[in-house]
């Protein structure tokens, strides 16, 4: 991918992940969100777990709830099986992604098809602005085969899930643009694969946030001549000036996910599971649940 007269971003910020559990005890590396103050707005969390023990994983994510936001989970192995209080069920297997707006509130549970082999993914939260937290919850299955994978000029595949990637002259559109209207945070959201010493560059609009976490491998973000190494399993959080970013494999290759997003600017209280742009908003979402509103 060559993205001509382009100014590349540079890595301003390095945040390692962390061990981590959540649901009945899913063991994972938490990076963004790991602290409150670790956000990147309008990205409030980024999860990856894997691993191939069945103790890591099996308890699954029980019924619980959500208000105020939108998760997106893509599933890289295993399979897992999402129900929700609508009456909806999805199974995710690999490759698949499920992106739910939990808006105004969505209860469901998250559980393990399988009880042995490798479960490997990410889950990661992207904020909703505050004129669409309330609005009714939805969910999206996007099966392996709707999401395009294409090969780069220098080795290697890029998979598009949201956003538009450019290779070569071609625009490749990820499934969450062909769905119709776009978000409001207009993510980009890319699995990039590459060889050792590949390198890949990618467009960013002005003003979007953006980030890359290498979960295979070490990559480098190359900007001005000055580039700067990221480990794996650790956010890189890209700074504000430049149009694009340009990462390289390090010796053994990289795997790695590029996010990028539109900032809301809005105030952010978070507890637990809910996301409101106020404390009153929390209270309110807390009662909610507890007199079963919450998804009315």
């Known amino acids: 991918m060559n993205v001509k007269n382009s100014v590349t971003r540079p890595l301003a910020r390095v945040i390692p992940s962390i061990s981590a559990s959540d649901g009945a005890g899913v063991k994972l590396r938490r990076s963004l969100g790991?602290?409150?103050?670790?956000?990147?707005?309008?990205?409030?969390?980024l999860d990856e777990f894997g691993t191939e023990n069945p103790d890591d994983y099996i308890a699954g994510f029980p019924p619980h709830p959500h208000r105020g936001f939108e998760t997106v989970t893509y599933m890289i192995d295993g399979r897992m099986q999402h129900r929700d209080h609508l009456g909806n069920v999805g199974d995710l297997g690999p490759g698949g992604v499920q992106w739910m707006s939990a808006g105004r509130g969505v209860i469901h549970s998250e559980m393990p098809q399988q009880d042995r082999g490798r479960m490997r993914g990410f889950q990661l939260w992207i904020n909703l602005p505050a004129a669409e937290k309330m609005k009714p919850a939805s969910y999206r299955d996007i099966r392996p085969e709707e999401i395009p994978v294409a090969?780069?000029?220098?080795?290697?595949?890029?998979k598009v899930i949201a956003g538009s990637a450019e290779v070569g002259d071609a625009r490749i559109d990820g499934p969450i643009n062909r769905a119709g209207a776009r978000l409001t945070t207009d993510p980009l959201y890319l699995d990039v694969t590459l060889p050792a010493g590949a390198v890949f560059e990618q467009a960013l609009p002005a003003g979007h946030n953006g980030f890359v976490y290498a979960y295979e491998g070490e990559i480098t973000v190359v900007a001005a001549d000055e580039p700067r190494e990221l480990p794996t399993q650790a956010v890189g959080i890209l700074g504000m000036a430049g149009d694009a970013v340009r990462v390289r494999a390090g010796a053994a290759g990289a795997r790695f996910i590029?996010?990028?997003?539109?900032?809301?600017?809005?105030p952010v209280v978070q507890y637990g599971p809910f996301v409101m742009n106020t404390r009153a908003e929390i209270e309110a979402a807390i009662g909610d649940y507890q007199s079963g509103r919450l998804t009315g």
């Open 34 to 45: 790991s602290t409150q103050n670790l956000r990147l707005d309008p990205f409030l969390m």
């Open 151 to 158: 090969p780069l000029p220098g080795g290697g595949t890029v």
């Open 258 to 266: 590029l996010l990028a997003a539109k900032p809301l600017g809005e």
